[in-house]
């Protein structure tokens, strides 16, 4: 497609393949052991090429095919896959391939439904990349096209499929940390998260993220990976959902925010605070799970327990007020040692494992669905400076 055409046609559908970054297996047909699964990655960005090293050193995968819209991507995304892999401009072109088993769904957000559905039309299993799909519409009708099949679909929220998370999980529910009180969520950088471009008419096929129409922004690319888990530990659904935000920093002509601050109230009065910045990275990526016997940090591959009555209160001049109560300092903390694949990796295998065994993924529709139906509320919340409610018409989603 010219881009000139594509940027006139920016509002249609068709024109958004860009490259970036379940349910039900039911009696679908399976693989033997020693079947090879061809898989095909649709979207050619940073995060489809990132997925394709991976991909090849997983046995009983072979990447088949790629796809993106946008030559130089298409080109990056064949280099990075090496020799005898095929190349697509056109999705649809793809799927029609008989040999492809699976794909991988790696384009803008704003494109997941359209092409995930499509891929499930065409019989083929399907890794979609978070968040799920864009918009209330968007999440049902994929849920629905996936229902209706009985292929493997699973959402790719990696940090669903860690073993260390998984482990975290499971003690939490033992009980670990005692009655949960809350949740604190960041996820910090220092940049302006953006790519180079040659010419301005590529602007926004390259620079998808800053664009509403195409993006949730932080909140659908990173905060939703924090979601998912707290979604997942308490086993319920958010009541209601409230928000900030901005662009308060990168004044370049983006649209989505530069920083959100997210509060979701969940049952029994727990809340689970959300919040990114593109201007300081202090802390980086980290979840804290507050309870009444203890506190569990939780970083990309590592987590330390601190339990309630061994942290140090520091009894100094606060305000001027003699021997007030200042910040508790953590004391003893109890590293939690587990062995792990890296998330995105692990996914992978997964992946691979659903389809030869014909099993449920632990990402799957479901969990997308709730995790993108949440980070739209969080939009909603933020752009209509609104208080957003849980709608109930989502409590039997599967």
Sequence with gaps: MDRRKFIKQSGTVSAALLGTSSILAGVGYGFSDDKNINIAVIGTGDRGKGLMPLLKSIENVTLYACCDIIPFRLEEGLKRAGDNVKGYSDYKKLLKDKAIDAVIVSTTFSMHDEIAMAAVKANKHVYCEKTLAKGYDGINNLLESVKSSNLIFQSGHQYHCSKLYEHIVALIKKGKVGKIAAFECQWNRHGDWRR???????????????????????????????????????????????????????????????????????????????????????????????????????????????????????????????????????????????????????????????????????????????????????????????????????????
Aim: contains cysteine.
């Design 196 to 398: 180079t471009v040659d010419h301005p008419d590529m602007e926004r096929i390259i620079n998808w993220r800053m664009y509403k129409e195409y993006s949730g922004g932080l909140t659908a690319e990173l905060c939703s990976h924090q979601i998912d888990f707290v979604n997942w530990v308490l086993e319920a659904n958010p009541e209601k959902v409230m928000g900030t935000g901005g662009v308060d920093y990168w004044k370049d002509g983006r649209e989505t925010y530069d920083n959100v601050h997210l509060i979701y109230s969940y049952p029994n009065g727990v809340n689970a605070k959300f919040s990114c910045l593109t201007s300081n990275a202090n802390e980086g990526y980290q979840i804290k799970i507050m309870g009444d016997k203890g506190t569990i940090l939780l970083d990309y591959d590592k987590a330390t327990f601190y339990p309630e009555g061994k942290t140090k209160a520091v009894q100094q001049d606060v305000d001027g007020v003699s021997g007030a109560t200042a910040k508790a300092k953590y004391g003893y903390g109890e590293v939690i040692h587990i062995e792990h694949e890296e998330p995105t990796k692990q996914a992978m295998i997964d992946f691979r494992d659903n389809i030869l065994n014909n099993t449920m993924p632990k990402s799957n529709v479901i969990t997308g669905a709730k995790a993108a139906i949440c980070v739209q509320m969080g939009l909603d919340a933020m752009y209509n400076e609104t208080i957003v409610h849980w709608n109930p018409k989502f409590n039997n989603l599967g």
